[in-house]
């Protein structure tokens, strides 16, 4: 099977363009952006990436530090491209020494949420911005109140392609035709940009899911 081939410019226009400010969390200050949402995400957009976290020789799912506070590391792999991270195990800014498994768990999911954004995926949460760069209008770049603008990404047949081959992946995980209308709301927002693309790719999109909601129900009268 061959490997997708990519490049960092194209995976960082499309994930950097998407609004993810419905999915994050505050803790202590800080913005986050929920790992199960970015999750969701990835799968839509490439739901052949690849994750892996980093373990000692001896099993350890961390790196102790020399001030006894560790990190943990996430590569994640998108087709041909690698990027790695690192986090540091810690309660707001102050570092943990000896982590727990809950404690380690969080901190890996962190990490690989913070890995998709080096990718552009929320990367402006990072930054301490409010809105993509490519949603905010350059007009009122210095407003408080920014304004979002029709993004060149909404012209770009890279993405409706790679929309729509995720899209139909995920639909066949659903095993119901309220499950399969439900996942169709939630990706609301998308379809409309697909139907301002290529409103034939959007048909595609519609006529798929009307023969696979066919293809559940004949399962279930047999």
Same mark, same amino acid.
């Given at each position: ?84 991270? +690192?986090?540091?195990? &810690? #309660?707001?800014?102050?570092?943990? /020494? $000896? *982590? ?85 709301? +939630?990706?609301?927002? &998308? #379809?409309?940009?697909?139907?301002? /693309? $290529? *409103? ?23």
């Amino acid at each position: 099977m061959n490997e997708q081939k990519y490049t960092f410019e194209e995976v960082w226009k499309t994930l950097s363009a998407v609004n993810v400010n419905e999915h994050t969390d505050e803790k202590q200050g800080l913005t986050y952006l929920s790992w199960a949402w970015a999750w969701g995400i990835m799968m839509q957009y490439y739901p052949e990436f690849q994750f892996s976290f980093y373990e000692t020789e001896d099993g350890l799912p961390y790196v102790s530090l020399p001030d006894g506070s560790a990190e943990v590391r996430c590569t994640v792999n998108i087709g041909n491209l690698s990027r790695t991270q +690192s986090l540091p195990l &810690s #309660i707001g800014f102050k570092p943990i /020494i $000896n *982590p727990n498994a809950f404690q380690i768990n969080t901190a890996k999911q962190r990490c690989l949420t913070k890995c998709f954004g080096i990718y552009g995926l929320g990367h402006y949460i990072y930054a301490n911005e409010d809105l993509p760069q490519d949603e905010v209008s350059s007009d009122n770049i210095k407003d408080t109140k920014q304004e979002v603008q029709k993004n060149d990404v909404d012209e770009d047949i890279g993405w409706a392609n790679t929309f729509v081959k995720g899209f139909k992946n995920l639909v066949k995980t659903h095993k119901t035709r309220e499950s399969v209308q439900n996942y169709y709301k +939630s990706n609301g927002k &998308s #379809i409309k940009r697909l139907e301002s /693309i $290529n *409103p034939d790719m959007l048909a595609d999109i519609d006529n798929y899911c009307k023969e696979y909601i066919a293809t559940l129900e004949e399962k279930n009268d047999g």
